[in-house]
């Protein structure tokens, strides 16, 4: 064996890690502005089922919730980007 067996692994592997984390780099901002949009579209969401609770009562609003509901968990929970 040869004494520079070792030296192309952890040559490679650093190549390796800093690819991965070169190439998480814009896809962890987008996902932190993805993030940001969709606590501001949760907080929409909140201020409307109370603002329809207050105005038809509980059981109206918990029918519009399940509906919107869905929707949000669809595109914010499921599929984050």
Not at 3 to 13: E, H, I, T, Y
Not at 45 to 60: H, N, S
Request: hydrophobic share 45%; glycine share 4%; proline share 4%.
């Amino acid at each position: 064996m040869s004494r520079f067996n070792g030296r192309p692994r952890v040559a490679f592997a650093a190549l390796l890690a800093t690819a991965a984390v070169g190439s998480a780099m814009p896809a962890q901002a987008s996902t932190d502005a993805a993030s940001a949009d969709c606590d501001v579209r949760l907080e929409q969401l909140e201020a409307k089922f109370r603002e329809i609770e207050e105005r038809r009562g509980w059981d109206a609003a918990s029918e519009w919730w399940t509906k919107h509901w869905r929707v949000y968990h669809q595109q914010c929970v499921l599929k984050p980007s």
